[in-house]
């Protein structure tokens, strides 16, 4: 008897970081000259995001995350801190984007501490979410 086998196209798909990500974030600024971002490493400010950006005149915080777990792995001090930000009127986002396929996804934190998608984004956010879209792998 002659086995059976099934022909499938398995592509492996490609995972990404936060170095990864903010690399194309880097690249995005390089290319769009009304964009300023910086990079923050900080160990002594709890829950404060990966970059400052600055868009368009439009301020806003991303914390980059490349993870599938639940609540794309945001930590109990970036709740707090985003938390605390929006409610003073400020601006932040979290940029989840683990595998480069599936194409970045913008969220952020609601009361009562919850990781949900951006119901409408502002216009430079948007416009820097299908930029990143579009990268090749």
Known sequence: MMGVRLLTSHRQRKRLSEKKIWNY????QKQHDEAHFTRIESST????????????????????KANLGKNCGVSK????????????????????????????KILEVR???????????????????????????
């Open 111 to 137: 009361e009562p501490g919850l990781v949900v998608p951006v119901p409408v984004l502002p216009v430079p956010v948007l416009e820097l979410a299908l930029w990143l879209e579009d990268r090749p792998g």
């Open 77 to 104: 001090f970036q709740i707090v801190w985003h938390l605390k930000y929006k409610r003073a009127g400020g601006n932040c986002f979290i940029l989840n984007w683990p595998i480069l396929e599936l194409g970045p």
């Open 25 to 28: 974030l880097n690249l995005f």
């Open 45 to 64: 400010i709890n829950g404060i995001p990966d970059v400052h950006c600055v868009f368009k005149g439009y301020i806003f915080w991303l914390e980059l």
